[in-house]
T-cell receptor
Framework: RKEVEQDPGPFNVPEGATVAFNCTYS??????FFWYRQDCRKEPKLLMS???SGNEDGRFTAQLNRASQYISLLIRDSKLSDSATYLC????????????FGTGTRLQVFP | GAVVSQHPSRVICKSGTSVKIECRSL??????MFWYRQFPKKSLMLMAT?????????EQGVEKDKFLINHASLTLSTLTVTSAHPEDSSFYIC????????????FGPGTRLTVL
């Protein structure tokens, strides 16, 4: 089983739609959680950190449920420019400290 | 702030050639830099963790003699792919964590290596 699991998609949604991505992680010792965005053939860029209290940044809302080991990302009012792959990323520091990446969920927003 | 550069952005080379990739943190000091590899339609996989002034820690299955890492200063780490073969063709990305910063890493733009 992968340490970080995501639905690969693709999610094809019209402009203006609300779309939600989910992610689960298997290691309860994971400490920090992030959503990254990766455009085709480019490096990942940090979208937002994820906190247990939930956090919002404009049209993006991220939520963490430690009990269920579940992370979500909600995008409201989708724009064409939101088309990308969204990576769920978990940081852990036990044993070796590193980021663990999910395979990503691909989003395609159409006009 | 928190800009990481990589050079070169793209390399095409013949089999057997060694290729050096540089990763620099431009506006911050990074005690730790990370090297990742990403094959098409796959997730980023950590290859090694590089700490300034010490030997790199390699992930299981990554050959340390093939992927030489040098982290000579707080702003520069290099990855050398020795005697590259076509199966080494991939997207190599470095990231850096700021000295005294939080857990987040800042990624370089990546180097696309094609070995013929």
């Amino acid at each position: 089983r992968k340490e970080v699991e995501q639905d690969p998609g693709p999610f094809n949604v019209p402009e203006g739609a609300t779309v939600a991505f989910n992610c689960t992680y298997s290691n309860s010792a994971s400490q920090s959680f992030f959503w990254y965005r990766q455009d085709c053939r480019k490096e990942p860029k940090l979208l937002m950190s994820v906190y247990s209290s939930g956090n919002e940044d404009g049209r993006f809302t991220a939520q963490l449920n430690r009990a269920s080991q579940y992370i979500s990302l909600l995008i409201r009012d989708s724009k064409l420019s939101d088309s990308a792959t969204y990576l769920c990323v978990v940081y852990r520091s036990y044993n070796t400290d590193k980021l663990i990446f999910g395979t990503g969920t691909r989003l395609q927003v159409f006009p | 702030g928190a800009v990481v550069s990589q050079h070169p952005s793209r390399v095409i080379c013949k089999s057997g050639t060694s290729v050096k990739i540089e990763c620099r943190s431009l506006d911050f000091q990074a005690t730790t830099m990370f090297w990742y590899r990403q094959f098409p339609k796959k997730s980023l996989m950590l290859m090694a963790t590089s700490n300034e002034g010490s030997k790199a820690t390699y992930e299981q299955g990554v050959e340390k003699d093939k992927f030489l890492i040098n982290h000579a200063s707080l702003t520069l780490s290099t990855l050398t792919v020795t005697s590259a073969h076509p199966e080494d063709s991939s997207f190599y990305i470095c990231s850096a964590r700021e000295l005294g910063g939080r857990d987040e890493q800042f990624f370089g733009p990546g180097t696309r290596l094609t070995v013929l």
